[in-house]
């Protein structure tokens, strides 16, 4: 399991990532994020719709009611044009963060850190 607090940051990427491929409800989202992650993310629900609000109060996406599923109406989510561009600079901050941490990781080299 990955911890939330490495990756908190980066929720409402993985977000708009997911709505740009189709507009979508919370409990499919937090089902694929578990699925493409193979359960090592796992995003709370709290989270989720916490995430929702902020991004739909920025202007990045937009919710409409979809299907009624056991008496209760879905609550989709869309990307808007402005989700999209916030969505390419996010993954450019991604790019560069991950140059940085890249510098400061021993990749291929034998570790300094030895666990017991």
């Known amino acids: 399991m990955i911890s939330s607090d490495g990756i908190r940051g ?6 708009l ?5 189709k ?5 499919e989202i937090s089902r694929e994020i578990k699925l493409r992650t193979a ?8 989270t989720l719709y916490s995430a929702f609000t902020r991004l739909e109060k920025s202007g ?3 919710s409409f009611y979809g299907s009624e599923t056991n008496g209760r109406r ?9 989700g999209k561009v916030f969505y390419q600079e996010k993954c450019e901050e991604w790019h560069a963060t991950k140059e940085i941490v890249d510098k400061f990781m021993k990749n291929g080299e034998e570790s300094l850190w030895k666990p017991s």
């Open 17 to 21: 990532c997911l709505l740009l491929e």
């Open 60 to 62: 990045y996406i937009s």
């Open 23 to 27: 507009p979508s409800y919370g409990y």
């Open 74 to 82: 879905r609550t989709y989510y869309q990307i808007t044009e402005k």
């Open 10 to 15: 980066y929720n409402d990427m993985i977000l």
């Open 39 to 46: 359960e090592r993310y796992i995003m709370k629900e709290t």
